[in-house]
């Protein structure tokens, strides 16, 4: 079984400063993680993704993740935000195979304060 | 190309009636996944669906049910509703093959039970 804990619910933080959002996971079996994003009253989006090779991956708009094998942690970073950065972000995890179960945290809802 | 499109966007019903959603995938797209979105439960899955074939099924009540048809659409249906099915029921695809299981959401269909 595999498990994903985002222990902040709720992230507030003025813009253009840095923000780090946590993710840790739990699983038996290597995994694949992804960070969506979903704004309000849209659904989720791929932000980005860790499927092997390098440990750190990047998105088109500035966010990158660092993935940690021994901390079994993918937390999401950006080193200054915007006020459209404003939205709920899910950590997830896959376990591949062909078999599409993915498992999302609970999400942190990120708020940038003008 | 066209996303994942569900209907109806939004919809009110009663106590103990039922109800069914629709999800058109990605054109190519042959996996279908279900989601249940609540507040402070983040995303819990339904069901997977591949080739009209269910192939993973979530900690859910046999009151939710789903199908999918030769072109790879998909219903979902809730019988006998509760207060509690209250939420967002999102829909995403993925293409088959990639083995990676990034998915493609819909907007979701925002059910709201009386």
């Known amino acids: 079984a595999q498990s994903v804990t985002q222990l902040d619910s709720q992230v507030p933080v003025f813009e253009e400063a840095p923000v780090e959002l946590r993710c840790n996971y739990s699983s038996s079996v290597s995994v694949y993680l992804f960070w969506y994003v979903q704004y309000p009253n849209q659904g989720l989006q791929l932000l980005l993704k860790?499927?092997?090779?390098?440990?750190l991956v990047k998105s088109i708009n500035g966010f990158e993740a660092e993935f940690n094998k021994s901390q079994t942690s993918f937390h999401l970073r950006k080193p200054s935000v915007h006020i459209s950065d404003t939205a709920e972000y899910f950590c997830a995890v896959d376990r591949g195979g062909g078999y599409q179960k993915v498992t999302f945290g609970t999400g942190t809802k990120l708020q940038v304060i003008p | 190309k066209a996303g994942v499109t569900q209907t109806p966007r939004y919809l009110i019903k009663t106590r103990g009636q039922q109800v069914t959603l629709s999800c058109s995938p990605i054109?190519?797209?042959?996996?279908v996944s279900w989601y249940q979105q609540t507040p402070g439960q983040g995303l819990q899955f339904l069901f997977e669906?591949?080739?009209?074939?269910?192939?993973n099924k979530g900690n859910f009540p046999g009151r939710f049910s789903g199908r999918q048809f030769s072109n790879s659409r998909s219903e979902m249906n809730v019988s006998t509703l509760e207060l509690g099915d209250s939420a967002l029921y999102l829909c995403?695809?993925?293409?088959?093959?990639?083995?990676?299981?990034?998915?493609?959401f819909g907007e979701g269909s925002r059910l709201t039970v009386l």
């Open positions: 054109s190519g797209h042959r996996s």
């Open positions: 995403a695809s993925s293409l088959v093959g990639q083995d990676t299981g990034e998915l493609f």
């Open positions: 669906y591949f080739s009209e074939t269910q192939r």
């Open positions: 860790y499927l092997s090779g390098s440990t």
